[in-house]
């Protein structure tokens, strides 16, 4: 996993509370992964970026110079919905490194995590106010410190985050999680054989 | 010293190491794989790792399943075939359990576990979908988890997570009639928000949680995820363990006994504190039906279509507005006005005997109108259900029996809606394009799917029930 400490770049504001992950990713692009290449990127928000035809709707990330965001900034629950972790996969195959938003779906969240793919939660004033900098500033940059947990808007305002001190460790030094779990070998057989002395009728 | 929750009970046995920043190794006792679950398998090949106990997962296909035909090349799509047929080859390589196409336990993955026995109370179990939910309805942990963290969970048999809060919604009084568990999750959802339990653990309680059937508890804690939290428990009791008892997997003899004995000291502690309690009235509750793309609009049968115009708050309008557009209703019409186009009755929220009963119920001896899918969540339940006569019931109304499997909630094996077609699906989600691009979904329970295939649009099923 590639390590994320500081990430500046254009930020793309997206208006759309409960976005779940059928919006992000639909379900029929589940059976690909990006590895089997074929312009993965473009099932990035796909029915809301192309009509029935396949054309390009006026969606705001099929628009310069929001094309070129990394960093998506949304509105409340992001990412609800399906555990589908394509709809990270989509993300990093577009770039996209970091997601601000006042709340997040619980197993999207972590997902973001397992990819180098930051989910930033700020307050929702904070989000709105982003947004609505990125509306009015196309192509503003935003950056995520993640050693000093800040987001720096447009503006040059400052908003501090709060994130789980092991989550944070696992961002900065990008580890694997099965790698480092190997490591509590001695406690996963302790514990299995107690658990399995006290619960025998499993 | 306080009490403690269901919740708490469970999660404390299953805590390998807990770290000073507070993330727990949590031992997992049971893992359940479907054919979605791929990725996770290639993860691990690619690791060059073997599952660590592989007599703890137990896999069947669903997702990508065809439901018209036991020929998997009537699959539309190859990419869906070799889906399908690589979940036999993962349970073959790696040693894990497995029901596969053609074998009469196949069936979705949530209907499966409770029906073998793999489900039972007291458990931590996951499964890389988030309606794993569901199984809380036995009264353990279980939750939907990603394809990193499945492919950590053969990999150690463990899983990294924060304890969430938690919080206790009870449900007060008796259902009234044509009320079911669908339209008591569908209540608690508009009530609490589609985000209203993120963070949390949700314990259901109360009278009419009680009095509910276990498949009534399963389609309630599959829906939990629709509310934000991935965990939706119901406290083991009677009802619990006469539904268990003598299923392939689950203990027999002395040892049911003594896991009995354990089971019955599960329910939260009556001093036990939640960290958010919620009380709803069973008076409140009547057949629901969504008008939304969000399972937190809903609205019951008798009522309308929301106006924006009434509403205060810009957001939430603005959010009315949208979803009437792609839904393509106005503002402020009647529920039983809105026609539809095809009736699905299936999933993990309600395909399993009891729905498939009640669905029959409001069919038998009459005509199906538009278009109506009948998909068994698994081999069993259709053998079952055809003991009964069900899917002659079903075939003699116009209604089609097809084979078990995700079919139309998921829309990954070619049974989906066509563009601006409507639906009512007793599935969980109507998200936009959910059940097929430019689909409109509405969600209700299995009567009310069926009274909606009988006079082709949303009825209120009480009015076909006492014509009985």
Same mark, same amino acid.
């Given at each position: 996993m590639e390590p994320f400490t500081t990430f500046r770049a254009v930020g793309v504001p997206i208006d759309i509370a409960n976005c779940d992950t059928d919006q992000i990713i639909p379900a029929r692009f589940l059976r690909y992964l990006p590895e089997d290449g074929g312009g993965y990127d473009r099932y990035l928000f796909h029915d809301l970026r192309f009509d029935a035809a396949g054309d390009e709707t006026d969606f705001i990330y099929n628009r310069a110079p929001y094309r070129d965001a990394r960093i998506l900034v949304a509105d409340l629950n992001w990412g609800c919905g399906s555990s589908r972790e394509n709809a990270v996969y989509v993300l990093v195959a577009n770039g996209i490194r970091s997601v601000i938003a006042p709340s997040f779906g619980d197993i999207h969240y972590n997902n973001c995590m397992k990819h180098g793919v930051l989910p930033v939660r700020l307050e929702r004033a904070a989000c709105d106010r982003l947004r609505r900098q990125l509306h009015d500033r196309p192509g503003a940059e935003i950056a995520v410190d993640l050693v000093a947990q800040t987001v720096t808007g447009p503006d040059g305002d400052v908003y501090r985050f709060e994130i789980d001190a092991f989550d944070k460790e696992r961002m900065l030094k990008g580890l694997d999680d099965i790698a480092l779990t190997r490591q509590y070998d001695p406690q996963f057989e302790a514990f299995e054989k107690k658990h399995r002395e006290l619960y025998d009728w499993l | 010293m306080t009490g403690k929750t269901l919740f708490e009970k469970i999660w404390e046995r299953h805590v390998v190491t807990e770290r000073d920043d507070g993330q727990t190794l949590l031992y997992i006792d049971r893992h359940l794989a479907h054919d979605g679950s791929f990725n996770a398998f290639r993860r691990l090949r690619r690791l060059g790792l073997p599952v660590r106990r592989p007599d703890q997962t137990f896999a069947t296909p669903d997702h990508y399943v065809p439901t018209h035909t036991a020929d998997l090349d009537g699959l539309p799509d190859p990419k869906a075939r070799e889906i399908v047929k690589a979940i036999d080859a993962n349970a073959a390589d790696f040693g894990v359990h497995i029901f596969p196409w053609g074998d009469r336990r196949q069936g979705i993955a949530h209907v499966v576990g409770p029906e073998?026995?793999?489900?039972?109370?007291?458990?931590?179990?996951?499964? %890389?979908?988030?309606?794993?939910? #569901?199984?809380?309805?036995?009264?353990?942990? $279980?939750?939907?988890?990603? $394809?990193?963290? &499945? $492919?950590? &969970?053969?990999?150690?048999?463990?899983?990294?997570?924060?304890?969430?809060?938690?919080?206790?919604?009870?449900?007060?009084?008796?259902?009234?009639?044509?009320?079911?568990?669908?339209? &008591?999750?569908? #209540?608690?959802?508009?009530?609490?928000?589609?985000? =209203?339990?993120?963070?949390? $653990?949700?314990?259901?309680?109360?009278?009419?949680?009680?009095?509910?059937?276990?498949? =009534? +508890?399963?389609?309630?804690?599959? !829906?939990?995820i629709e509310a934000g939290s991935r965990f939706g428990i119901v406290a083991p009791d009677e009802t619990t363990y006469r539904y268990v008892e003598g299923r392939p997997f689950a203990p027999a003899g002395e040892k049911w006994q003594r896991a009995l004995a354990f089971w019955k000291t599960l329910p939260s502690d009556a001093d036990a504190r939640f960290d958010r309690e919620v009380v709803l009235d069973c008076a409140t509750i009547a057949p629901m039906v969504t008008w939304g793309n969000s399972p937190q609009d809903a609205e019951q049968v008798t009522g309308r279509v929301p106006d924006p115009a009434a509403e205060a708050d810009p957001d939430r309008r603005h959010a009315i507005e949208q979803a009437l557009d792609y839904m393509g209703l106005t503002a402020g019409q009647a529920i039983r006005d809105i026609a539809v186009d095809k009736v699905f009755i299936g999933a993990c929220t309600n395909a399993r005997i009891e729905d498939l009963r009640a669905a029959a119920a409001v069919a038998k001896g009459r005509r199906a109108k538009v278009q109506a899918l009948v998909v068994p969540g698994s081999g069993l339940v259709?053998?079952?259900?055809? +003991?009964?006569?069900?899917?002659?019931?079903?075939?003699?109304? =116009?209604?089609?029996?097809?084979?078990?499997?995700?079919?139309?909630?998921?829309?990954?094996? %070619?049974? !989906?809606?066509?563009?601006g077609e409507r639906s009512a699906s007793t599935s969980n989600r109507n998200f936009r394009g959910r059940q097929g691009p430019g689909g409109r979904t509405h969600l209700v329970s299995p009567a009310m799917a069926a009274a909606a295939a009988i006079t082709g649009h949303f009825t209120d099923v009480r009015e076909l029930m006492e014509e009985r």
């Open positions: - | 073998q026995g793999i489900t039972l109370p007291g458990l931590m179990m996951v499964c %890389g979908d988030s309606h794993t939910s #569901t199984h809380g309805a036995l009264g353990c942990l $279980a939750f939907g988890i990603g $394809a990193s963290e &499945v $492919a950590h &969970v053969l990999a150690t048999q463990t899983l990294w997570q924060r304890r969430p809060k938690t919080m206790r919604i009870s449900v007060e009084g008796t259902l009234g009639f044509g009320a079911t568990a669908k339209d &008591v999750i569908l #209540t608690i959802i508009r009530e609490i928000g589609t985000a =209203g339990g993120t963070g949390h $653990a949700i314990e259901y309680a109360g009278e009419a949680i009680r009095a509910l059937s276990m498949e =009534g +508890r399963l389609t309630l804690c599959n !829906m939990t259709k053998e079952q259900a055809e +003991r009964e006569g069900l899917d002659r019931i079903f075939t003699e109304a =116009g209604f089609e029996w097809r084979l078990p499997g995700c079919s139309m909630c998921v829309a990954n094996n %070619g049974d !989906m809606l066509k563009p």
